[in-house]
Each structure stands twice: as structure tokens, then as C-alpha cells.
């Protein structure tokens, strides 16, 4: 993991994360106000209505409930907080029903959200003010290839993405290069694969998608595992034949990376962020009832897929071990140590 001091050498910077609710910006946002930066958020709360965050009350937080795609508004929080960085991390993304239920309106809001972000960096950089804006983008840019780990360069030569959701991650990696083009806007695109931790819930517009008699959360394959096994599904129904190759990152090490890339030197760049250590589907499924069924033999049974389920996604990470000195390391077993509980509650709760 990166080194704490590493981000303490440019404490005191003025920070704006748009989507700022969102699963990611929950790892980030306590790491930097850790670091002594005041973070500066914004979010229509599209995905899960209000919510509470624990840092909500920090003095150096500033949340507003507003849309990233009213530019006026992104210039003035930039003018009022006088920003420093942008992490833009607004966008639609609901998990695989979503890229079928919102093909259209997922890319066209997803373009809308980052050229207003950008039509904002561009105007603050030209008064000189704007160090670096940081791109959350997707390992889904990936969506095509047939190169094994995938490097980053890999999403230039192979063919586009096949999802809109995809494709529209790709087009928001152009949005930085094209501002960089043209305006000199500093950039660095991360592309973070699986995360996996607490704090996803289920999306106010997740269709309603069974996978045997449970309905899938649909955001992370791994708390859909988590409550199907909790609600008592037997044999466990996967999508699928099991064999999907992901990596899954916790998201406490992605937030370490994404905040190794911002406070950095480095300008003008990407970066594959994830563990080097990838599992099948199947594999995980057994991981998780073993923990939570000790006593029952593991059965399965095998779900008609989605058009967009990925079979393989592994990425090449070291780019960002060298240059960033970034390294994932969290294991599944601690991963799922933390989350099983939390989306257990989560279930009783009947946010899940």
C-alpha cells in the first residue's frame, strides 16, 4: 500500500469529488481528510436518495445536494473553496442490469456530467488555478480485448467496448485527453477493477432481476452472493458457468491508489488500479459459503448470463507499482471478513 506520508506532503489542498456519495468516494473521502485537505463534494443523490455519511460532519467537509451538470454552479464552488483538484467520479452505474435498463441514458447523462466537469476544469484552468483533475474511469474500457493481463494502452488497440456503459467510460478517458489537447488541462485517468468493501446499497432505479428466487442487488457480484446465501438460496444460483475471471480490489486500497496518482507529480497519464490476483466466479461463491454455511455441502446452479458479462477482466498493475509505488494487497479472505456482516445487516435492514 502506499505510504501515508506520500499524501501528507501536499496537505492542505482544496479538493472537489463530484459523485461524492457514490461507493469509491466513501474510501476516498476519509483518507483525505485524514491527510488534513478540506474535500468539497457534490451530488444529486440519483443513486440511492439522501444518505449519511460518517464524515458528514467534519469541519473541513462541504457537501451541496446539486447536479455536476449545471457548469455555473461547478464554477462557483471552484471560485468559493478555491479548488485545487477535481476527482470526477459522477455518473450513472447500477451494475449489469443497468447497461440493459438505461443503455441510452446512461451514456448520453454519463457524457453530459463530463464535458459540464470539463467546460468547469477548463475555464478554472485557464485562470491558472486548477492543478490536476483525476478521471475515475472503469476496467469495463477493457470490455473487448483478448490481451491477457490488459496494460494500459491495451484500450486503444483493442475494439471498443461493446456497452454503451463501456463505451462511454472510453469516450470520458477522451474527454481528458482532448481538454489536455487543446487547453492544457492536467489530467490522470485511474481505472479501478471490481471494487469490493461496504457502503454499496441498492440503486433507487435497479430493475428488478431474480437469480433463482432472490433479487439480485445487481451492483457488486459479491454482496448478491452474500444475500442470496443469507436469505437462505438453495442451490446458490450464479449467472452464468461460474468461470468469469475478476479481480477483486478493496476499496480502501483503490482510494490509496487514486490518491497516490493525485498527489503525485505525474500529469498527462493512466493507471490500471487493482490486486494482482484474480478468482472465478466460482471460486468466490465457494469462498463465501464456506464462511457463512460451514455445515452444508455447496451446491450451485447456473443462470442465464447477461449480454454484457464480461468473461475475463485481468489487469496488468505494473505501471502503478513502478511509477505510482502502489500495490493492492488487501486478500479476499480480509475483503469478506469486513463485508458479510455489513451486508447481512444491510438485508435486515432492507437496504439490500
Known amino acids: 500500500m502506499n505510504k501515508k506520508s506520500k499524501n501528507d506532503r501536499k496537505a492542505g489542498k482544496n479538493i472537489l469529488i463530484t459523485g461524492d456519495r457514490g461507493f469509491i468516494a466513501g474510501y476516498i473521502i476519509p483518507k483525505l481528510l485524514d491527510g488534513g485537505h478540506k474535500v468539497v463534494g457534490l451530488d444529486n443523490d440519483w443513486k440511492y436518495g439522501p444518505v449519511k455519511k460518517s464524515f458528514d460532519n467534519h ?8 447536479d455536476a451538470k449545471d457548469v455555473d454552479f461547478l464554477i462557483s464552488l471552484l471560485e468559493k473553496y478555491k479548488i485545487d ?23 448520453a447523462e454519463n457524457e453530459r456530467l463530463a464535458a459540464s466537469v470539463f467546460d468547469a476544469a477548463i475555464q478554472w484552468h485557464k485562470k491558472k488555478k486548477l492543478e490536476k483533475i483525476v478521471v475515475i474511469s472503469s476496467s469495463m474500457v477493457f470490455e473487448s480485448t483478448t490481451k491477457f493481463p490488459s496494460r494500459e494502452g491495451d484500450q486503444l488497440k483493442c475494439p471498443p467496448p461493446l456497452s454503451t456503459y463501456g463505451y462511454q467510460k472510453l469516450a470520458t478517458e477522451y474527454f481528458a485527453r482532448g481538454a489536455n489537447i487543446q487547453y492544457g488541462v492536467p489530467y490522470l485517468i ?7 468493501g461496504v457502503g454499496e446499497q441498492r440503486a433507487k432505479v435497479d430493475a428488478k432481476v431474480y437469480s433463482g428466487n432472490i433479487n439480485l442487488a445487481m451492483s457488486h457480484v459479491i454482496p448478491d452472493l452474500i444475500q442470496k446465501i443469507y436469505k437462505g438460496q438453495y442451490p446458490l ?6 468461470k468469469q475471471i475478476r479481480h477483486y480490489t478493496y476499496g480502501g486500497d483503490l482510494a490509496d ?9 505525474i500529469a498527462n497519464d493512466d493507471f490500471n488500479l487493482s490486486t494482482p490476483v484474480g478468482h472465478t466466479v466460482l471460486e468466490l461463491s465457494k469462498e463465501i459459503w464456506k ?3 460451514p455445515t452444508e455441502p455447496f451446491r450451485w446452479a447456473s443462470d442465464k448470463p447477461f449480454k454484457y458479462d464480461v468473461q475475463k477482466r485481468v489487469p496488468d498493475v505494473r505501471k502503478a507499482k513502478k511509477l505510482l509505488r502502489f ?9 469478506l471478513d469486513e463485508t458479510i456482516p455489513w451486508v447481512c445487516e444491510m438485508v435486515d435492514k432492507g437496504k439490500i
Open 85 to 107: 483538484m477535481i476527482i470526477h467520479g459522477a455518473a450513472i452505474i447500477g451494475g449489469i442490469s443497468l447497461f440493459h435498463k438505461l443503455a441510452y441514458d446512461l451514456m
Open 327 to 335: 500495490e493492492a494487497k488487501t486478500s479476499l479472505d480480509k475483503i
Open 59 to 66: 469541519p473541513k467537509y462541504f457537501h451541496s445536494r446539486h
Open 291 to 293: 464462511r457463512m454455511m
Open 237 to 242: 444460483h450464479i449467472l452464468g458457468s461460474g
Open 257 to 265: 491508489g487514486i490518491l497516490a496518482a493525485m498527489f503525485s507529480d
Open 190 to 196: 485511474v481505472r479501478p477493477f471490481n471494487c469490493a
